[in-house]
């Protein structure tokens, strides 16, 4: 099946600890990654963000996907397994210290799944690949407004 990688730097003048408390609240997903709505989140006993369901519009197409822990490193990485009708991937966050700041490594892998997701995979991919550098840099600019 065709595969596509897709990754964007930013920076956000923030120390690494509030971009990573940032990462475990459910809406901050809603704009990294090509998810548009973070649906039912589940967040256990110790505050982590662990699996959530989300909707995304691709191509003017509404689809209804999961995502569940790809791993993390406390503080350094987040990553998300992600599958919907038509895709599947994997979505990775790694934070670095930049003193005072901190860099923001997004990196989207996704790969159809199926024979009709396969002959309109070029159209998803570029949908989706396209908005994430955007996005990246939305989140990271977000710090830069906060008290």
């Known amino acids: 099946m065709p595969s596509e990688t897709f990754s964007h730097t930013a920076v956000a003048f923030a120390p690494i600890d509030d971009v990573w408390g940032a990462l475990e609240q459910p809406q901050t997903w809603e704009s990294i990654g090509g998810i548009d709505k973070v649906v039912d989140p589940i967040i256990n006993s110790e505050g982590q963000l662990v699996s959530?369901?989300?909707?995304?519009m691709v191509a003017g197409k509404p689809y209804r996907g999961e995502a569940t822990s790809a791993g993390r490193k406390?503080?350094?990485?987040m990553a998300w397994n992600i599958e919907?009708?038509?895709i599947t991937g994997v979505i990775t966050v790694i934070l670095a210290e930049d003193e005072?700041?901190?860099?923001?490594?997004?990196?989207?892998?996704?790969?159809?799944?199926?024979?009709?997701a396969s002959m309109f995979f070029s159209v998803i991919a570029k949908a989706i690949g396209s908005g994430l550098p955007r996005s990246v840099e939305e989140f990271a600019a977000a710090f830069a407004s906060q008290p």
């Open 52 to 56: 959530f369901s989300f909707d995304s």
């Open 74 to 77: 406390e503080g350094r990485l």
């Open 84 to 86: 919907n009708s038509e």
């Open 100 to 116: 005072p700041n901190t860099r923001i490594t997004t990196t989207l892998t996704v790969e159809s799944k199926g024979m009709l």
